[in-house]
Structure formats: C-alpha cells, structure tokens
T-cell receptor
Framework: QQKVQQSPESLSVPEGGMASLNCTSS?????YFWWYRQHSGEGPKALM?????GDKKEGRFTAHLNKASLHVSLHIRDSQPSDSALYFC?????????????FGKGTKLSVKS | DPKIIQKPKYLVAVTGSEKILICEQY?????MYWYRQSAKKPLEFMFS???????DNQTASSRFQPQSSKKNHLDLQITALKPDDSATYFC?????????????FGPGTRLTVL
C-alpha cells in the first residue's frame, strides 16, 4: 500500500481560481510534510514544509496539517498558468540523518488561461 | 548558475552494460541523496549520504552502488543494466540530514535501457 496518497490525480482550474490538493499518510511515523512542485523536464522543487498542526501561509500558497488524521492539504489561490505542474506531497519521519522523503504519486495541476 | 549538476542529461544503454551517473552540488551541503522516478512508481528514495558516509540504503539490488569521492560529489554506478532500470534519476542535497532540512533536487539524468 502506498504510504503517501494524493488526490486528485489531476486537477484543472481557471486562471485566478483556487486549486486544492490533498495528501494522506497511512504511517503514523510520518510527522513532517513537504509540498514539492515539478515542472516538465525539471527536478522537483520544494514549495513549503509543514510540521505543526494548523495552517502555514507563504504568498499564494497555504498548507494545512492535521496530525491526528495525518492529512495535509495545499491550497493555491489566484492560480497562474505558471503554476501548471506536477505537485508532490512528501513525508518524513525526521529521524536524524535518515531524512529520506517518501513521495506520493502526485497531482497534475493545469491552470487554464 | 546551476547549483546541482547532473551528467549526462540523457543516457541510452544496452541491457547488461554498466553506466555511471554523475552528481555535483555547489550548495555547500553535507548530505546528498539519490532518488528514482519512473512511469510505474512515484519518486522513490534510493540512498542517503552524510559527510560522505552511507546513512540509508533502500535499494534492494547491489547493482546500484553510490560513490562519493569528494564531499560535494555523489555518483551512482549501475551495473548489469536491465530495461526496468529505465527511469529518471535525481540527485538531491540538503544542509544536514536531519529534520527540517530542505532537499534540493538536481535536473535529473534520464536513463533508457534497451
């Protein structure tokens, strides 16, 4: 079973709209979450991390973490065509030097102008 | 200037051959990683190194061998290549190997095994 599950698989929103991406972990050892974005032909790039319950806002991006349910979400307001990319949720147990990231399969976001 | 260099960008190999994927980072980071991304699986952790020492190995096959000749280098040697090894291999680095350390990814090497 995939330890980090993302939904939806793909999402299309109009320019200026709100995009909402979801992520759930099935492993309670995962307490630390990241959102990464990957444009076609490039490596993933970190958007933001969230380690505490509640919301974290960075510009147009807001992440929300509920540790009890191991659910993380990412909301992108005022979506731009440049936001079109593959978005990954990644989780870590944060254990010392063993900081491997476990990724979900990703959500493909298309922003239509 | 690119901070993480991976060479080559594209690589075609025949089944049974051996290839080395190169990774150099100029971020001054102490920890380096290899991940693999294929059409069948999500981004998958392979190895992590901290101060040139192997910290974690999640690769079942000994055909994959990381090599760290310098602090900012972590190459990946793959022997006896199989078509299933076809994937994009990403090198990453972070300031430390601990909690909260953002991992920065390189542009990847796309390997095709015929």
């Amino acid at each position: 079973q995939q330890k980090v599950q993302q939904s939806p698989e793909s999402l299309s929103v109009p320019e200026g709209g709100m995009a909402s991406l979801n992520c759930t972990s099935s492993d309670r050892n995962f307490q630390y979450f990241w959102w990464y974005r990957q444009h076609s032909g490039e490596g993933p790039k970190a958007l933001m991390s969230i380690f505490s319950d509640g919301d974290k806002k960075e510009g147009r991006f807001t992440a929300h973490l509920n540790k009890a349910s191991l659910h993380v979400s990412l909301h992108i307001r005022d979506s731009q065509p440049s936001d079109s990319a593959l978005y990954f949720c990644a989780a870590s147990d944060g254990g010392g030097s063993n900081a491997k990231l476990t990724f979900g399969k990703g959500t493909k976001l298309s922003v239509k102008s | 200037d690119p901070k993480i260099i991976q060479k080559p960008k594209y690589l075609v190999a025949v089944t049974g051959s051996e290839k080395i994927l190169i990774c150099e980072q100029y971020l001054g980071h102490n920890a380096m990683y290899w991940y693999r991304q294929s059409a069948k699986k999500p981004l998958e952790f392979m190895f992590s190194y901290s101060y040139q020492k192997l910290m974690d190995n999640q690769t079942a096959s000994s055909r994959f061998q990381p090599q760290s000749s310098k602090k900012n280098h972590l190459d990946l040697q793959i022997t006896a290549l199989k078509p299933d090894d076809s994937a994009t291999y990403f090198c990453a680095s972070s300031q430390s190997g601990g909690l909260g350390a953002e991992q920065f990814f390189g542009p990847g090497t796309r390997l095709t095994v015929l």
